[in-house]
T-cell receptor
Framework: EPEVTQTPSHQVTQMGQEVILRCVPI?????FYWYRQILGQKVEFLVS????????KSEIFDDQFSVERPDGSNFTLKIRSTKLEDSAMYFC????????????FGSGTQLSVL | AQKVTQAQTEISVVEKEDVTLDCVYE???????LFWYKQPPSGELVFLIR??????QNEISGRYSWNFQKSTSSFNFTITASQVVDSAVYFC?????????????FGTGTRLTVIP
């Protein structure tokens, strides 16, 4: 079965540094998402992306965050200047067109900001 | 606004017992979708089921069954004859595409531990 692939699986960075989390969505999917999960807490929506632009974002997704689809396969999340509270598991997801379609999630990138 | 409540933070059962995980949702939309995802200790999110708001039929898949009741805004999940491999965090989630947002709103999850 096709998978959403995320790299790296773990990322350690110093506070204030920029990080880029990478995702390869399933090839025929058109809608892309980033979610995060702080340790032991619920999964929170960050941003959705369709047709090369952000379709929706949450309050968490402030100016420090950006997303990009630099080519036909990758989907990235950039955090410009990381903070301690950005430490979390970041999940990428994708889906096919259609209302209520399920999201396929990647295995996540565990980001630790020191 | 969308809201999903999973009141049970943690549940422990002995292997072979049945267990029900509760999910209560809130939405003003008439068309919406409900989901259950499983997060095993390895951390990935595994899709289990999707149900739309117009289909209140209960569903059974092996040892798993789901009870959707619009009258009580609940979408409960039952595992019959639980096994150690069922130990995971289970998330209930809601999406309401009418608002143009197909993103999922997750509940806080229920951690299920099945004791051998």
């Amino acid at each position: 079965e096709p998978e959403v692939t995320q790299t790296p699986s773990h990322q350690v960075t110093q506070m204030g540094q920029e990080v880029i989390l990478r995702c390869v969505p399933i090839s025929n999917h058109l809608y892309f998402y980033w979610y995060r999960q702080i340790l032991g807490q619920k999964v929170e929506f960050l941003v959705s992306f369709y047709n090369n632009e952000i379709s929706e974002k949450s309050e968490i997704f402030d100016d420090q965050f950006s997303v990009e689809r630099p080519d036909g396969s990758n989907f990235t999340l950039k955090i410009r200047s990381t903070k301690l509270e950005d430490s979390a598991m970041y999940f990428c997801a994708s889906r096919t067109p259609g209302r209520g379609e399920k999201l396929f999630f990647g295995s996540g990138t565990q980001l630790s900001v020191l | 606004a969308q809201k999903v409540t999973q009141a049970q933070t943690e549940i422990s059962v002995v292997e072979k017992e049945d267990v029900t995980l509760d999910c209560v949702y809130e939405t003003r939309d008439t068309t919406y979708y409900l989901f259950w995802y499983k997060q095993p200790p390895s951390g990935e999110l595994v899709f289990l089921i999707r149900r739309n708001s117009f289909d209140e039929q209960n569903e059974i898949s092996g040892r798993y069954s789901w009870n959707f009741q619009k009258s009580t805004s609940s979408f409960n999940f039952t595992i019959t004859a639980s096994q150690v491999v069922d130990s995971a965090v289970y998330f209930c989630a809601l999406s309401a595409p009418e608002r143009g947002a197909n993103n999922l709103f997750f509940g806080t999850g229920t951690r299920l531990t099945v004791i051998p």
